[in-house]
């Protein structure tokens, strides 16, 4: 049934999706410590991928790729934990924009891990990707924002969750080939949940009942990003799909104003199109090859 469906609307759904995910995990977060509400979202991930894993009948990694995904996992977790944590401190808008910068920081990481070079031209499109989101996040007030979020710690934590991101990708490049996509997505979903077990196990079991619907919803609709992602990049080039991959921005302005409120300023727009045209300037020079050796999306949202 899914080959009917263009590949670009199966893209536009998985970002959807992401962003809706995201929007629960700020809502729960509200009243609950965000630490206890990401450990749930991990653990029903897990057992939602292992039971994929499990009718799939997908062998176990080798020793050495099983440290490697622990090791992985143990990064996609803290980028995870950073970037819900950026959602309870800025607006939803604002976080999103800040998780495009992970795109700009695949080519610094490579040229760090890998010794790739960078080109001049990638370097030039990073700066001015950098300035964008200097001018997204520095230059205007978001109406409706966390009115206890510490604003700076935000920022910071949010391109730190960028920078792990990146690792995370480049990281892939090393096993290219070596394990498919169901492997990776279990274990980015079940080192994370036993790294996070003692803060799921300080829910109080009341309050664990009372959420358990919305955290299932927005465990499943993690799970529904890679399995979208996986049908869209399948079918047509990166190069296609990328921009579709920006419109997380039109669903957090929406999802921020109808659900808390939030009013950015026009500055972050302006911004944000700085920010994203700088990625696909640096995806078209050198990532889309990135990506296909990754078999990852284009475009490094986290979720």
Same mark, same amino acid.
């Given at each position: 049934?899914? &080959? $009917?469906i263009?590949p670009?609307m199966?893209?536009?759904g998985?970002?959807?999706?992401?962003?809706?995910?995201?929007?629960?995990?700020?809502?729960?977060?509200?009243?609950? @410590?965000?630490?206890?509400?990401?450990?749930?979202?991990?653990?029903? !991930?897990?057992?939602?991928?292992?039971?994929?894993?499990?009718?799939?009948?997908?062998?176990? @990694?080798?020793?050495a790729?099983? $440290?490697?995904?622990?090791? $992985?996992?143990?990064?996609v977790?803290?980028?995870?934990?950073? /970037?819900f944590?950026?959602?309870?401190?800025?607006?939803l808008s604002?976080?999103?924009? %800040?998780?495009?910068?992970?795109?700009l920081?695949?080519?610094?990481?490579a040229?760090?891990?890998?010794?790739?070079?960078?080109? =001049? /031209?990638?370097?030039?499109?990073?700066?001015?990707?950098?300035? +964008?989101?200097?001018?997204?996040?520095?230059?205007?007030?978001?109406?409706?924002?966390?009115?206890?979020?510490?604003?700076?710690?935000?920022?910071?934590?949010?391109?730190?969750?960028?920078?792990?991101?990146?690792? !995370?990708?480049?990281?892939?490049?090393k096993?290219? !080939?070596?394990?498919?996509?169901?492997?990776?997505?279990?274990?980015? &979903?079940?080192?994370?949940?036993?790294?996070?077990?003692?803060?799921?196990?300080?829910?109080?079991?009341?309050?664990l009942?009372?959420?358990?619907?919305?955290? !299932?919803?927005?465990?499943?609709? +993690?799970?529904?990003?890679?399995?979208?992602?996986?049908?869209?990049? =399948?079918?047509? @080039?990166?190069?296609?799909?990328?921009?579709?991959?920006?419109?997380?921005?039109?669903?957090?302005?929406? %999802?921020?104003?109808?659900?808390? &409120?939030?009013?950015?300023?026009?500055?972050?727009y302006?911004?944000?199109?700085?920010?994203?045209?700088?990625?696909?300037?640096?995806?078209?020079?050198?990532? /889309?090859?990135?990506?296909?050796?990754?078999?990852t999306?284009?475009?490094?949202?986290?979720h």
């Amino acid at each position: 049934m899914t &080959n $009917r469906i263009p590949p670009m609307m199966i893209a536009a759904g998985a970002v959807a999706c992401g962003s809706v995910m995201d929007a629960i995990i700020k809502h729960l977060a509200v009243e609950t @410590p965000v630490m206890q509400v990401v450990a749930w979202r991990y653990i029903l !991930g897990a057992a939602f991928t292992l039971s994929l894993v499990a009718i799939r009948r997908k062998p176990l @990694p080798n020793l050495a790729g099983i $440290r490697f995904h622990t090791l $992985r996992g143990l990064i996609v977790g803290a980028t995870g934990i950073c /970037f819900f944590y950026t959602l309870t401190q800025l607006a939803l808008s604002e976080a999103t924009v %800040l998780i495009f910068a992970a795109a700009l920081m695949i080519a610094p990481v490579a040229r760090i891990l890998l010794k790739e070079k960078i080109s =001049a /031209f990638t370097a030039i499109a990073t700066l001015i990707g950098f300035a +964008g989101i200097a001018i997204a996040t520095l230059t205007g007030e978001t109406m409706g924002a966390p009115p206890e979020g510490n604003r700076l710690m935000g920022l910071v934590i949010g391109l730190m969750s960028s920078v792990l991101y990146a690792i !995370g990708v480049v990281m892939l490049r090393k096993r290219t !080939g070596q394990e498919d996509s169901i492997t990776i997505v279990a274990f980015s &979903n079940t080192i994370p949940a036993i790294l996070l077990l003692p803060f799921a196990f300080a829910m109080p079991m009341q309050e664990l009942r009372a959420m358990l619907t919305l955290l !299932g919803i927005a465990s499943l609709l +993690g799970v529904g990003i890679w399995w979208l992602m996986t049908l869209a990049y =399948a079918r047509a @080039p990166a190069q296609k799909l990328a921009p579709i991959e920006y419109t997380a921005l039109i669903w957090a302005t929406i %999802l921020g104003w109808t659900m808390f &409120n939030e009013r950015p300023h026009w500055t972050l727009y302006a911004g944000a199109v700085v920010v994203i045209l700088a990625c696909l300037a640096v995806a078209f020079e050198t990532r /889309f090859t990135t990506r296909r050796e990754a078999k990852t999306p284009a475009s490094d949202i986290v979720h």
